[in-house]
């Protein structure tokens, strides 16, 4: 077991799914209430990670935000380094490829909030914001709970991205499912059984999570 | 109706297959990924004289030698480090008979053009430059290369001094990709990229002396689960030809009766 890998994925899957709550949160408001013609457009463009190849997401990350693009040489003149092979690169990535596992379950608790209680909530003189922090967010946590669980867990099991931009820098790079892959290729199958058994437990727990507080909750899935 | 039209989709799927299983006279080369420019053009002379299709897949060799021990449905080896083939050998998996030293790999120092380094000058100590951000290597895990680019940073007593700035592509194809897109500052390739005419003006490169690593023996064998020996055997022979060795020359494998 790469422990060094272990805790470093563990690092990456925590910062992404805390970002993604916060930025998430914002975006599946606004997906939820608005009532824009071209929301559909956002909806699809926010899905897309879940169909695309995360060689896609690779390959742009890698040459778009390389040092050649002006993306990537204003991200170079602010920090010194490339995105790729840098755990900031990892995050980005990540960020990217787990929006939707986080906002669709958040949107989709948004949506399930009686619209009567919001209106209620106003006239009894709450601001928007009240209203929100009150008594849509009390009501959402369970769709909370999984946007976020979904987004660690997907994290967790990131690969592709990583593989193209990670550079397999142990400790700044070398992921759990990087560290699986090695060793496989290696046909150490030893260790990366025991590895991955440790991955496929935290899954099977984290997804029990996402499935527990929805039973209770009724049904506020990301998939509905 | 409509049973008789199922009736006559089954019979033409049925006859579609025979056809394709007449056909099916192409065979499946794994090779290692230096040889990802060169095979192409060395299949495309055999298919123009033969007919032959040749279906290429290219990796790491490590990898592609576990893939083979795992049932990969290939039906040739080409491998960057001639240990693979012979240790397949061993195992009953390839033909001691077929195994062919093909050339001998050789490591070179690459650097973009603007990243403003001699490297014709400096040699390996160029890597020392802070220009040199990040270096690229190979796998040392599964891809020979990358055991002769530590092997050769080892040699020239620097790998301690670079070893926080190397990235480690997946194959030696990957590691060529990382320089080349100017993610890394240089990179520790095979020959045969910075053949390639595409890198040639990109970048510089400087050869690592042969005598800093290991030698990379690259050698071709016929594996045998392949189901078509006799044609794996002749693409074989073509490789030792001459058509097949210009080529070769052409991207900078050396052959071994040149080696001297």
Redesign the interface.
Known sequence: MNWEAFWLTVRLASLVSVVLLVIGIPIAYWIASSRWRWKFLVEAAVALPIVLPPTVLGFYVLVALGSRSPLGRWWESLTGHTLAFTFEGLVIGSLLYSLPFAVQPFAAAFGAVDPRLLRASASLGQSPVQTFRRVVIPLSTAGLVTGFTLSFAHTLGEFGVVLMVGGNIPGVTRTVSIDIYDRVQDAQYASANQTALVLLVISFVLLAIVYGVNRRAGMVGPWR | MRGNGAGMFLRLALVAMLCAAAYAQEITVAAAADLSAALPEIVAKYKSQTGQNVALTFG?S??LS?QI?NGAPFDVFFSADEEYPKQLIADGLADQDTLYRYAVGQLVLWVPNDVPVDVQKLGMQALLDPAV??I?IA?P??APYGRAAEAALKHEGIYDRVSSR?????NISQAAQ?VE????QAGLLALSHAMQPAMKSKGRYWTVPLDSYPTLNQAAVVLSRSKQQKAARKFLEFLRGPAAGAVLADYGFSLPAEKH
């Open positions: 790491a490590g990898n576990t021990r951000k990040k690229s796998n895990q599964h190397l990235v480690v592509g997946e990382f897109s100017g993610n890394a």
